[in-house]
Each structure stands twice: as structure tokens, then as C-alpha cells.
């Protein structure tokens, strides 16, 4: 049996598709997406830092021109 794409389908099977899908309210996701977020914050390094002992690109030396 062929694989069946969204593609091959026609417009009429789509919008049925479309239709049955399960659906939320935005104020709901919305609210769900920034409590992950805060949630989460507290480990990210892109919002408290990276350690200097455990950064990886922290340059070794400084460079002097004269």
C-alpha cells in the first residue's frame, strides 16, 4: 500500500481533515507556553549566563598591540 501525502488528497478531504483537528484556545496556549518558559528559565544559558569556569569560548590569553 503507497504512502498516502496531504498532497494527492483532494481540497474537499483537506478541509475535513482540517475540520477534525483537535483545537485549542489561544489564551490558553499562550498561557501554557510562557508558565514552560518561566518554568525553564532558571537552567537556560541564555538568560542567566554561562559560568567563566565553564565557558567554552572564553578566550585563553589576551592580545596586545603596540
Known sequence: ??????????????LKMEVEQLRKE?????????NYIEER????PLVKGIPEDKNP??????CIIS
Do not use: N, T, W
Open 1 to 14: 500500500m503507497p504512502a498516502l501525502h496531504i498532497e494527492d488528497l483532494p481540497e474537499k478531504e483537506k
Open 26 to 34: 489561544v489564551s490558553k496556549c499562550s498561557e501554557e507556553i510562557k
Open 41 to 44: 528559565s532558571r537552567e537556560d
Open 57 to 62: 569560548f572564553k578566550e585563553k590569553g589576551s
